[in-house]
């Protein structure tokens, strides 16, 4: 079994003890049942519970979704489990698990012992019976709990599900969030070999509503951060990409300083951005640059959160990391077809503000550079910009298809 990290088992603690004090539970024998009955439409099985000096009462997992008729699937440090087709996630050796991509607080822990799974009997008494209420009850007094579902789960029919698709593939109800960087009183980087009067924020706005119209165009819903030259909080910009957003797409134009000067003949292309631990010196370079927008700003740094819930927020962040990595090859790859300059890949910051605010997905690209010749005419010509908002409407298609295959759906569809 993996023991719970000191750090959070501390803040936990410090947690525990800042709470109104409460009067003493009565001894654990007299709360807990030995057994615990899983009582489901094809019959009843009854599970052994053990009580683990460090994780509290546990079940044995395999049993309990065997008798779920539900499914298991290991991805260390994490535990799938699927029932009644909603999926919990449990981080092994930790006082959490994340259920619609939130976190949530355990008062034990699941983990594995000699290749068997063992599950907080938390799941069985509370959390089933809350967050699947029309399927699942807890019955104290008997210690059972009551699987009131069809004994073989319901399936949509395969013609009935295809017609429900969107000529492209995709079902209906996704949704992305596209912010164009910057804007008002921001105007970005000045664009060296611009036309005289663009800056950045008029053609990452400019390309974002050709990004717009071509992701509406697909079927799917957008939602802007802004639409016109107005300045939008660069802390508050990732709160419009809500629980029902599948991903949050933040276009930007890199330039490099005049450190550099030498080297603005040689140097363009695109890369985007993802949150991570990777900080090569051009990505922060890169969250320098772009970090600069709070200057602009009355409030320039959100309201401070305990600790403990910026540990939380952290394994939410590492949970969104495969999914945003993902759609980032794909971006790269797409404008890759339409753009004359160097795919200089995908790089990894947690220096960018606006990524490190995200509660979803998300990912920050940059189309050029404004201070290369060649890249600042393909990033102001009309053509250019359709190409490059075509092909990063294609890549989030992509993206959303690879979603939809592993989740059965967008992120509002209760499929994740």
């Given at each position: 079994?993996?023991?719970?990290?000191?750090?959070?088992?501390?803040?936990?603690?410090a947690t525990?003890?800042?709470?109104p004090a409460?009067?003493?539970?009565?001894?654990?024998?007299h709360r807990?049942?030995?057994?615990?009955t899983?009582q489901?439409?094809?019959g009843?099985?009854?599970l052994?519970?053990?009580?683990?000096s460090?994780?509290?009462?546990?079940?044995?997992?395999?049993?309990?979704?065997?008798?779920l008729?539900?499914?298991?699937r290991?991805?260390?440090?994490?535990?799938?489990i699927?029932?009644?087709?909603?999926t919990?996630?449990?981080l092994?050796?930790?006082?959490?698990?994340?259920?619609?991509?939130?976190?949530?607080p355990?008062?034990?822990?699941?983990?594995?012992?000699r290749?068997?799974?063992?599950?907080p009997?938390q799941?069985?008494?509370?959390?089933?019976?809350?967050?699947?209420?029309?399927r699942?009850?807890?019955?104290?007094?008997?210690?059972r709990?009551?699987d009131?579902?069809?004994?073989v789960?319901?399936?949509p029919?395969a013609?009935?599900?295809?017609?429900?698709q969107?000529?492209n593939?995709?079902?209906?109800g996704?949704?992305v969030?596209?912010d164009?960087?910057?804007?008002?009183?921001?105007?970005g980087?000045?664009g060296?070999?611009?036309p005289?009067?663009v800056?950045?924020?008029?053609v990452?706005?400019?390309?974002?509503?050709?990004l717009?119209?071509?992701?509406?165009?697909?079927?799917?819903?957008v939602?802007?951060?802004?639409?016109?030259?107005?300045?939008i909080?660069?802390?508050?910009?990732?709160?419009?990409c809500?629980?029902e957003?599948?991903?949050?797409?933040?276009l930007?134009?890199?330039?490099?300083?005049?450190r550099?000067r030498?080297?603005?003949g040689?140097?363009r292309?695109?890369?985007?951005?993802?949150?991570g631990?990777?900080?090569?010196?051009?990505a922060?370079?890169?969250?320098?640059?772009?970090?600069?927008?709070?200057?602009?700003?009355s409030?320039?740094?959100?309201?401070?959160?305990?600790?403990?819930?910026?540990?939380?927020?952290?394994l939410?962040l590492?949970?969104?990391?495969?999914e945003?990595?993902?759609?980032a090859?794909?971006?790269?790859?797409e404008?890759?077809?339409?753009?004359?300059?160097d795919?200089?890949?995908?790089?990894q910051s947690?220096r960018?503000?606006?990524?490190?605010?995200?509660?979803?997905?998300?990912?920050?690209?940059?189309?050029?550079?404004?201070?290369?010749?060649?890249?600042?005419?393909?990033?102001t010509g009309?053509k250019s910009?359709?190409?490059?908002?075509?092909?990063?409407?294609?890549?989030i298609?992509?993206?959303?298809?690879?979603?939809q295959?592993k989740?059965?759906?967008?992120a509002?569809?209760?499929?994740?």
């Open positions: 079994m993996i023991p719970l990290p000191a750090a959070v088992t501390l803040l936990l603690g525990l003890a800042a709470a409460a009067p003493p539970p009565p001894p654990l024998r807990l049942p030995a057994l615990v899983v489901t439409p094809r009843s099985s009854r052994p519970i053990t009580m683990d460090l994780a509290g009462p546990v079940l044995p997992g395999e049993a309990l979704v065997g008798a008729d539900g499914s298991i290991f991805q260390e440090p994490w535990v799938e699927t029932l009644a087709r909603q919990f996630r449990f092994t050796g930790a006082a959490v698990y994340s259920f619609n991509d939130r976190l949530q355990l008062a034990g822990w699941a983990y594995r012992a290749d068997s799974l063992f599950l009997l799941f069985v008494t509370e959390i089933l019976p809350r967050v699947l209420a029309e699942y009850a807890w019955d104290a007094i008997r210690g709990l009551l009131t579902g069809p004994a789960p319901a399936t029919p013609p009935t599900r295809r017609a429900e969107l000529p593939g995709l079902l209906p996704h949704v969030t596209v164009a960087g910057h804007g008002g009183i921001d105007p980087n000045p060296l070999y611009f005289r009067g800056r950045e924020k008029d990452t706005l400019q390309v974002s509503l050709l717009r119209d071509e992701l509406r165009r697909r079927g799917i819903k939602v802007m951060t802004r639409q016109l030259d107005t300045l909080g660069l802390l508050d910009r990732t709160s419009y809500t629980d957003c599948d991903l949050f797409v933040s930007h134009v890199d330039a490099l300083d005049t550099y030498a080297r603005f040689e140097v292309g695109f890369h985007t951005i993802i949150i631990e990777e900080n090569t010196e051009d922060d370079r890169i969250a320098q640059m772009e970090n600069e927008a709070l200057r602009y700003e409030e320039q740094s959100p309201k401070p959160g305990d600790d403990l819930g910026f540990i939380l927020r952290n939410q590492n949970e969104f990391l495969r945003s990595a993902r759609a090859e794909l971006v790269q790859q404008i890759d077809r339409v753009h004359t300059g795919n200089r890949g995908v790089k947690n960018l503000a606006v990524l490190n605010t995200a509660q979803r997905p998300a990912i920050l690209v940059e189309m050029g550079y404004s201070t290369n010749r060649e890249d600042a005419r393909l990033l009309r910009q359709q190409a490059l908002a075509t092909a990063v409407a294609d890549a298609v992509a993206y959303l298809l690879e979603y295959r989740t059965g759906g967008p509002g569809g209760g499929g994740r």
